[in-house]
């Protein structure tokens, strides 16, 4: 069975920091590449960062470039995304996707469409 679940979540100050973790099971790097996403109230899910498991290419939304780092250690079957510098606007449920392929050459992130598992999110609230 595939598990996929996030953790990390919680309640911070404007120009604070977070890291998520997404620890999964059921299916390794070799095959799969993880994405994050999030949904504030009101919204629609969006796409957040990727991370290819074949060369370790990152990608990321732009409203978080230059604040979110997605990371992977295979050993731990674990994705991280690393926040910092955050801004009331993040707060929202955060979730990791896996995509079945472990290379993207694409010139922005995968869609949504593309992921076949997810997990069931961890809410970020960040107070101004």
């Known amino acids: 069975q595939v598990h996929l679940v996030e953790s990390g979540g919680g309640l911070v100050q404007s120009g604070g920091s977070l890291r998520l973790s997404c620890a999964f099971s059921g299916f390794t790097l070799d095959y799969y590449s993880m994405g994050w996403f999030r949904q504030a109230p009101g919204k629609e899910r969006e796409g957040v960062s990727y991370i290819n498991s074949s060369d370790g290419r990152t990608y990321y939304a732009d409203s978080v470039k230059g604040r979110f780092t997605i990371s992977r250690d295979n050993a731990k079957n674990t994705v991280y995304l690393q926040m910092n510098n955050l801004k009331p606007e993040d707060t929202a449920y955060y979730y990791c996707?896996?995509?079945?392929?472990?290379?993207?050459?694409?010139?922005?992130?995968?869609?949504?469409?593309?992921?076949?598992?997810w997990g069931r999110g961890t809410y970020v609230t960040v107070s101004s």
């Open positions: 996707a896996a995509r079945p392929d472990s290379y993207y050459s694409g010139s922005s992130l995968p869609p949504r469409s593309d992921y076949h598992f």
